[in-house]
Nanobody
Framework: QVQLVESGGGLVQPGGSLRLSCASS????????MGWFRQAPGKEREFVAS????????FYSDSVKARFAISWGNDKNTLYLQMNSLKPEDTAVYYC???????????????????WGQGAQVTVSS
C-alpha cells in the first residue's frame, strides 16, 4: 500500500484559507486516484473531493464546491487541497486517500480507497 502523510492543518478564522498537503511514497502501481475526506466530532467520515491520476477529472461535495480545489503537485507525489472561504462547519480532521482503481464519477465512498493518511486537524473559529 502507498504511504500518505497529511500536513498544513491548523486554526483559521472564518473566511480564511488553508492549503492541505498529502505526501505519498511507496506506490506499487503506476497510477492512482486520490481523494480528500473529513470527519467532524460525532459525525461519520464524509467525502470532500477526488481527482483522477491525469488530473483531468475532479469531483467535489456540494458543501465545498466553489470554495475548495484539489490538485496534484508537479511530480504527482504530492496532493493538495486549497480551502478558501472557510466556515466553522468545515472544522474536522481531514484525510487523504489513494487507490489504484478507477475514479467514481461524483461522490466517492470511503470503501473506494485502500490507503489512508493519519489525518490533519482543521479548526475554523474566531
Amino acid at each position: 500500500q502507498v504511504q500518505l502523510v497529511e500536513s498544513g492543518g491548523g486554526l483559521v478564522q472564518p473566511g480564511g484559507s488553508l492549503r492541505l498537503s498529502c505526501a505519498s511514497s511507496g506506490r506499487a502501481f503506476t497510477s492512482y486516484k486520490m481523494g480528500w475526506f473529513r470527519q467532524a466530532p460525532g459525525k461519520e467520515r464524509e467525502f470532500v473531493a477526488s481527482i483522477s491520476w491525469s488530473g483531468r477529472d475532479t469531483f467535489y461535495s456540494d458543501s465545498v464546491k466553489a470554495r475548495f480545489a484539489i490538485s496534484w503537485g508537479n511530480d504527482k507525489n504530492t496532493l493538495y487541497l486549497q480551502m478558501n472561504s472557510l466556515k466553522p462547519e468545515d472544522t474536522a480532521v481531514y484525510y487523504c486517500a489513494a487507490d489504484p482503481g478507477p475514479l467514481r464519477i461524483g461522490v466517492s465512498l470511503s470503501t473506494d480507497f485502500a490507503s489512508w493518511g493519519q489525518g490533519a486537524q482543521v479548526t475554523v473559529s474566531s
